[in-house]
């Protein structure tokens, strides 16, 4: 008995479903776009500034729950009011600025008094502008002096602006060397700047000119962040000793670890490793020395290391002993810089902030461009209450191909089967309407 004939209409439809099923599978869900409280796992309440009375700009600082609990970046946070309504927000990066402006200035004056010091005058060729810095370019190596910077309007009446040390040491054999020979002083719009470096052992410095400028900075503004050390030792093959440190929680943004250490007179290459799981590691940029100098010709340290930012949570600190002892480590400190968000409050109005959506897009808010031409230097802050758990979430389910993980291979399979038999089923048909053999 022949089998039914299948027509072509079937079997395409049993193709096209046999592709959907696959599709299907392949393909993982995808969140909206839209806020919907189910799918956020955490939240916390907003308390505004007390005796906030206008609507108006406020800001809050982010704290260590908001880092452990968000997806990657802040991209999932979510500021919803009391009505029910997404709030615009910025978060801000405290990280810091810098401008320096170059000044046309020219070589007014110079000379020397034996036995008191060396001078020298800069004309910046009219009143009115605006400078707070000076450059004094050295031709001489290795000296420690101070260097009093007077301003005047009129080349005859001087006022004292600011005194600072001036240095360019070398240390430990040529491997150290440190330089500096700026001296920063209140912003001021007078003409006229002079420098003079009072003599000391060694004679007058061999000047060759100065530079003028106005600095503008806002320094980065970091927060400490709690850390465990998990582990100290030595690594003798390395020439190292090191130690593991651990945050209190992952995604907490990290840049630079300061050291505590009592001795002095020494200088040391440290670097800097982060890991998710304290099996792999990673390095953070080339390091940074970390030094202490108590001696005759120089006295200063930095005991500082900056580093790639990270939000890894476990931090490895590598401090290249080479053939000296190891160095006593009493303390460290871990910084990153602050996060905060920045929004529009009303008074009375009630806010809550959620994170802890990993597949949530990182929104985007008119205030971002808004915000520029905005005051934002202290603004009220707001409040952060505990973390509390979002009752309206709800799990979402792994897409289908990872919660049965046997169920693809089983409709590929199925499909080769399907597809097997429509083949010999066309074979058939085929011979039968092939003319019989002579």
Request: hydrophobic share 40%; with cysteine; charged share 20%.
């Amino acid at each position: 008995m022949s089998s039914p004939r299948r027509s072509p209409i079937f079997c395409h439809l049993v193709r096209v479903t046999l592709m959907i099923a696959i599709v299907l599978l392949l393909v993982p869900s995808r969140a909206s776009a839209d806020f919907s409280p189910r799918g956020w796992r955490y939240f916390k309440l907003v308390a505004l500034p007390s005796g906030l009375t206008q609507e108006g700009l406020v800001e809050m600082v982010l704290d260590l729950e908001v880092f452990g609990g968000s997806a990657p970046g802040l991209a999932d946070l979510r500021l919803i009011s009391s009505e029910e309504e997404e709030v615009p927000y910025k978060l801000e990066i405290a990280r810091g600025t810098q401008e320096r402006a170059v000044i046309s200035a020219f070589i007014q004056d110079r000379g020397y008094l034996p036995g008191q010091y060396s001078f020298l005058v800069a004309d910046l060729g009219r009143e009115g502008v605006l400078h707070n810095q000076i450059e004094i370019s050295v031709a001489t190596r290795d000296f420690l002096r101070k260097a009093v910077v007077e301003t005047s309007s009129n080349n005859v009446n001087w006022t004292q602006v600011a005194e600072g040390q001036i240095f360019d040491v070398t240390l430990e054999g040529g491997t150290f060397r440190q330089i500096r020979t700026n001296v920063t002083y209140p912003e001021t719009t007078a003409r006229y700047v002079r420098v003079r470096i009072p003599e000391a052992e060694g004679g007058p410095l061999d000047v060759r000119g100065v530079a003028v400028a106005h600095v503008k900075e806002v320094p980065a503004v970091e927060t400490l962040y709690p850390a465990t050390v998990l582990e100290q030792g030595r690594d003798a093959q390395n020439k190292l000793s090191y130690l593991v440190l651990a945050l209190r929680a992952k995604g907490i943004p990290t840049s630079c670890i300061s050291l505590d250490i009592s001795q002095v007179n020494f200088y040391r290459q440290v670097t800097i490793e982060a890991s998710e799981d304290r099996k792999a590691w990673t390095r953070l940029g080339p390091g940074s020395p970390v030094y202490s100098f108590d001696t005759p010709k120089f006295v200063g340290k930095d005991l500082s290391v900056p580093y790639p930012e990270t939000t890894w949570q476990y931090l490895r600190v590598n401090i290249h002993d080479q053939d000296n002892p190891p160095l006593n480590v009493a303390r460290l400190e871990v910084n990153g810089v602050q996060r905060r968000l920045i929004f529009q409050a009303r008074p009375g109005q009630g806010y809550k902030l959620y994170f802890g959506n990993s597949d949530a897009s990182r929104p985007s808010y008119d205030i971002e461009k808004v915000l520029p031409y905005l005051l934002t230097g202290g603004l009220p802050q707001a409040q952060l209450g505990p973390r509390e758990s979002n009752a309206a979430f709800v799990e979402k389910l792994a897409p289908v191909s990872e919660r049965f993980p046997w169920l693809l291979p089983l409709v590929v399979a199925g499909a080769a089967v399907a597809l097997a038999l429509l083949l010999l089923g066309v074979i058939r048909q085929a011979r039968k309407a092939l003319p019989p053999k002579a």
